[in-house]
């Protein structure tokens, strides 16, 4: 994993062959007044493949950030002792968490990016997030004591912050495929009768 100026950690790796590691690449904007325009379009598909898997990912561990938040808030209780009255069995958090994998896929994905890819399911930092999210340590929390669950949250927090900011140069990337292809048609360097056949 790279450190960038802003302290942030990425898990691009500097001539990877994942999909993560061509989109940040820096060759991969470096060309793109020279690509043609089919070339161009499939630049951007890799790019809105590679946000919806990060997406995917970040729900995956956000769901389990709720669910930690939610022991956690349980064992406070309102008189800041532990509630054990309340305590939720392994099929219960498993619920819970599909519940929160359920919810509506958005396909508005902020500054007014718009996709309708669907997440791949491969991919390294997807992996990593599933592994995070099946730690068997993980898998009862009402095993785990607060020192553990205290460094539970911050590992989890840690790969989330991760997978933001390359969630962020990704959309990057895929803002810079989008600007140039609209160049393209504001400049009337492709028509319309070019568009249709190059997306034949």
């Known amino acids: 994993m790279d450190e960038h100026g802003d302290g ?9 062959r994942r999909a993560l590691d061509k989109v940040l690449a820096p060759e991969f904007l470096a060309g793109l007044p020279d690509l043609d325009l089919q070339a161009l379009r499939e630049h951007r598909t890799v790019a809105e493949q590679e946000e919806a898997d990060l997406s ?22 309102s008189d800041g002792a532990a509630d054990v009255r309340h305590a939720r069995s392994d099929a219960e958090l498993v619920a819970k968490l599909t519940d929160v994998l359920a919810d509506p896929r958005r396909t508005d994905h902020g500054m007014g990016r718009f996709t309708s890819v669907e997440p791949s399911r491969v991919g390294e930092h997807r992996r990593r997030a599933e592994l995070a999210v ?24 840690a790969l989330e912050h991760e997978l933001s900011a390359d969630r962020h140069r990704v959309q990057e990337a895929m803002d810079a ?24």
């Open 56 to 77: 995917y990912a970040r729900r995956l561990i956000q769901g389990r950030l709720d669910l930690l938040g939610a022991e956690e808030d349980r064992r406070a209780g």
């Open 134 to 157: 099946a730690d068997p340590h993980l898998s009862d929390l009402g095993a785990m004591d607060d020192t553990q669950l205290g460094n539970a949250r911050e590992r989890l927090v």
């Open 8 to 16: 942030q950690v990425s898990g691009y790796q500097a001539g990877g």
């Open 177 to 200: 495929c989008t600007d140039e292809i609209t160049r393209r048609y504001r400049d009337g360097v492709v028509s319309v009768e070019d568009a249709l056949r190059s997306a034949r």
